[in-house]
Nanobody
């Protein structure tokens, strides 16, 4: 069964850092475009960052310069390093794999940033 499992969420004060991880299984995700999304309470799910199969990255304007996406294809891992966290970064963070006709989603990990 294809799975994406996020970890690394938690509670942190504003200005702090967290590193999210996403572990993929039962599929070679190195061929997929990978990304992180987030959904705050009462809001739509928004794109945070993507990384293509050839390593090209994109970031939402709100996280540029603070977040860094990376991947370890040998171990089917995706990461999101989040620095200088703000209260508005509070959300459930999801990893996703766009593998052609199929998009896989993880179950999400909560990130809470307090002032």
């Amino acid at each position: 069964q294809v799975q994406l499992v996020e970890s690394g969420g938690g509670s942190v004060q504003a200005g702090g850092s967290l590193k999210l991880s996403c572990a993929g299984s039962a599929y070679d995700f190195s061929r997929c475009g990978m990304g992180w999304y987030r959904q705050a309470p009462g809001k739509e799910r928004d794109l945070v960052s993507t990384i293509s199969s050839d390593g090209a990255t994109t970031y939402a304007d709100s996280v540029k310069g603070r977040f860094t996406i990376s991947q370890d294809n040998a171990n089917n891992m995706l990461y999101l390093q989040m620095n200088s966290l703000k209260t508005e970064d509070t959300a459930v963070y999801y990893c996703a794999a766009d593998c052609g006709p199929v998009v896989y989603w993880g179950q999400g990990t909560q990130v809470t940033v307090s002032s």
